[in-house]
């Protein structure tokens, strides 16, 4: 999702918020934050959504107004966090125009994951336990998300297989559907 994100931010001009690039930027930097938020990360599971959705908030205040649009990245993952978000949103007089989900198998995913540990120096990337851990959050977690959006049809399953050419070309298709 992070490599999709980033050609996406540079063919429609919007800015990058990836909670988990924010956590671990805190995480470098030692802040009482990231020191929190590791615990969680550590362990595949989430940081607690209060601590996410203070960071998207600060986030949203220093940059609506001064972008073209925003692209979300691993956020929302719950529930709580899409209302919190649909929320913040509707007070800055938008709203969230569509969610984007890479549907990709879970062997891939471990696969593809594993594959980065060799090189992301991520503690979450190298176990394969935590990586199985991420999944099964997901699924308990954040498929709940995929519900909230498909209530307000909001919601489009983009297949995650393929060449990053490929996937980047299904993402396109959709976003360019939008309008
Ligand atoms: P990611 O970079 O999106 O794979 O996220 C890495 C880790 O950061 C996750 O396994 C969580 O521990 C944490 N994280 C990232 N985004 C969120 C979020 N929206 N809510 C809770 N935890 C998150």
């Known amino acids: 999702k992070g490599t999709q994100a980033q050609y996406l931010v540079e063919k429609y001009e919007l800015l990058h918020i990836s909670t988990g690039d924010l956590l671990r930027s805190e995480l470098k930097a030692a802040t009482p934050l990231g020191l929190e938020a ?4 550590d362990k595949g599971e989430l940081v607690p959504d209060e ?9 949203l205040d220093q940059n609506i107004g001064k972008v073209k649009g925003f692209i979300f990245d691993g956020f929302p993952r719950t529930k709580a966090q899409a209302e919190a978000l649909d929320k913040l949103l509707d ?3 938008t709203a969230i125009t569509q969610v984007l989900a890479l ?3 879970e062997e891939e995913v471990v696969a593809r994951i594993m594959n980065r540990g060799l ?3 991520r ?3 190298n176990n394969q336990e935590i990586i199985k851990n991420r999944f099964s959050v997901y699924l308990n977690e954040t498929t709940a998300v995929a ?7 909001k919601y489009s399953s ?3 297989i393929g060449t990053i050419e490929e996937v980047f070309k299904s993402l396109t298709e959709a976003i360019e559907a939008l309008s």
């Open 123 to 125: 503690s979450d990337d």
């Open 51 to 59: 601590v996410v959705i203070g960071m998207i908030s600060s986030q």
């Open 103 to 105: 549907d990709v198998p």
């Open 119 to 121: 090189t992301s120096g």
């Open 158 to 160: 983009i297949p995650g």
């Open 147 to 153: 519900e909230h959006y498909k209530e307000f049809d």
């Open 38 to 41: 590791k615990k969680y990360i």
């Open 91 to 93: 007070f800055k007089n």
